[in-house]
């Protein structure tokens, strides 16, 4: 049996708990540190979620020991109440009050005093979503539309700008989730949230991959400054998304208006994926064919074919640079939400593939001040002609 399995988690190795999760380390690691199995860290997030609670602290306004303590020995010494007030500069009545809540004259203590009041302001703080419940109403049926909390926390103060009480942040709609106490928003709608865990994680890793030599390749770095600053739509990146034994979704993302094209292709060879773009691509209007920016990946060795046929120009990016193709690696994070790593992707249908996209695509982001993909696509192209 490892050192620590069944021991209780101690206060002092809580606050160490914490701070070493919320820096990025494994529970595993973390149990490593500290001599405890690895379950028991586990219940201690659990419980809150993932989400460490805030440290508990006296109120300002709220008698403190030391003040209870000069209570106690007027007490003693026969003092009145008003005498006693007077030397704490407190209103006699908050004196009074105090001796008479916990034992009157004659059984007053100061620390039993403390320690009944401490635990007697345990009372947990109203949230948010469950006193409103018509946020609360709205924020569940966003959710259940895949939105992200980032998402419907911007819509509604997009949607009601001169209604505060209508707002709440993003983190007030995770912890809702996550904390079920808090007894707002049912536990069921962490099933819709991008990412499945069964509590928050303080921050993610996102991995590269290596790319091929390609022929003719043009490199990123050669694409002219319209592609680098956004400013004129119809410039595109794509990549592969990989399932389970071989199968693939291709997708690709407008930058600008960040609109996205899911393409389903039966497999990686180059002929299959370039077909299966050239399809997809012929049914944009002229005026969003102009670039597409692809890693070195040997499934577009055939671009100069695809070029051809759409009038699209390909760019590369530079090998095991994945962050050149921002919008897409952000995509590509978004689309794991309904198709997650190690899925067999071969019987998912292109009719689906559409109605994800369609999702996505209508669904406000903070990097569009909030607008959806496909309202800032519809505006670009309509001032383009």
């Known amino acids: 049996m490892s050192p620590g399995r069944h021991s209780t988690v101690t206060n002092a190795q809580r606050e160490e708990l914490w701070r070493r999760y919320q820096g990025g ?6 149990a490593r540190a500290l001599g405890q199995g690895p379950n028991n860290l586990y219940r201690v997030l659990q419980a809150t979620g993932g989400i460490a609670p805030a440290q508990r602290r006296r109120s300002p306004t709220v008698l403190s020991f030391g003040e209870r303590e000069e209570i106690s020995r007027g007490v003693a010494a026969g003092d009145t109440f008003r005498a006693i007030a007077r030397s704490l500069n407190r209103a006699v009545s908050t004196v009074s009050q105090e001796v008479a809540r916990h034992g009157g004259r004659r059984r007053y203590r100061a620390t039993q005093a403390d320690c009944a009041a401490w635990e007697a302001a345990r009372r947990p703080k109203a949230c948010l979503l469950a006193a409103n419940r018509q946020l609360q109403r709205i924020v569940a049926v966003k959710l259940k539309q895949d939105w992200s909390p980032q ?4 819509w509604l103060r997009e949607q009601y700008p001169g209604s505060p009480e209508m707002w709440v942040s993003h983190e007030t709609i995770y912890r809702s989730l996550f904390v079920q106490a808090r007894g ?6 962490i099933g819709h949230l991008r990412s499945q865990r069964r509590f928050r994680r303080p921050r993610h890793v996102t991995d590269g991959r290596r790319g091929e030599r390609i022929a003719n390749a043009v490199s990123i770095r050669q694409r002219p400054a319209e592609v680098e600053d956004r400013a004129i739509p ?10 389970c034994r071989g199968t693939f979704i291709a997708t690709l993302v407008e930058r600008q208006s960040r609109f996205v094209i899911l393409v389903k292709i039966p497999e990686k060879r180059t002929d299959a994926v370039v077909n ?3 399809k997809a691509v012929r049914k944009l ?3 969003l064919r102009k670039s597409l920016t692809w890693d070195r990946g040997s499934e ?6 695809f070029t ?6 390909v760019y590369f990016c530079d090998p095991s640079s994945p962050w050149q193709r921002g919008s897409n690696e952000n995509t590509n994070g978004l689309l794991r939400q309904y198709y997650p790593k190690g899925m067999d992707l071969s019987a998912v249908t292109q009719a689906q593939l559409d109605a994800v996209a369609r999702k996505l695509n209508t669904r406000p982001r903070e990097t569009l001040q909030w607008k959806t993909p496909a309202y800032i696509l519809d505006s670009s192209v309509s001032t383009t002609h």
């Open 151 to 154: 998402q419907i926390a911007g």
């Open 234 to 243: 119809g410039h595109w990146e794509g990549d592969l998304v990989e399932g």
């Open 25 to 30: 380390e494994t529970v595993l690691g973390i």
């Open 184 to 189: 707002a928003l049912k536990k069921e709608l």
């Open 300 to 305: 577009l060795t055939d671009h100069t074919k």
């Open 285 to 287: 209007p002229t005026a």
């Open 276 to 278: 299966a773009l050239i």
């Open 308 to 313: 051809v046929a759409t009038d699209v120009k």
